[in-house]
């Protein structure tokens, strides 16, 4: 491998220099690839699905509900969530921005009617505290 290496160095290849070449060499050597098994994920139970809110619902740490709601009714991403500021949140249409999204894209996603109220009250003490995120930990 290293002798082959040496020879291909000069040329500066990219993958997509070096993925023909291999795919030709596994034909002729009749090399099989094998397949990656994709497994279905885990889906809980009903009573699972039911234990889980009841103790989301009752949280004693009000953040951590606020947090698991949000996911829930708005169907973000963790990875949006934890940038979503409190100047994106669009109280008047139930709507959050996202920006830099998955592919650097922004978008809006909206939240339930209901849940308003809520995200409002949790947005107005977070202002209190100065937070610029409505997820901030202390």
């Not at 994709?38 to 809980?44: D, H, R």
Request: aromatic share 12%; with cysteine.
């Amino acid at each position: 491998m290293k002798e082959l290496a040496k020879y291909i160095r000069a040329e500066r290849p990219d993958y997509a220099y070096l993925k023909s070449p291999f795919q030709h060499l596994r034909a002729e050597l009749e090399v099989e690839v094998p397949k990656a098994t994709k497994e279905l994920p885990y889906v809980p139970t009903e009573k699972e699905l039911k234990r889980y809110y009841d103790v989301v619902w009752q949280a004693k740490n009000f953040q951590d509900m606020m947090i698991v709601k949000t996911l829930l009714y708005s169907a973000v991403r963790v990875s949006e969530l934890i940038n979503i500021k409190l100047v994106d949140i669009d109280f008047p249409y139930c709507q959050i921005r996202i920006n830099n999204g998955i592919g650097r894209k922004d978008r809006i996603v909206p939240f339930l009617q209901s849940f308003k109220e809520m995200l409002a009250m949790h947005a107005d003490t977070m202002k209190k505290k100065q937070a610029v995120y409505p997820f901030e930990s202390s």
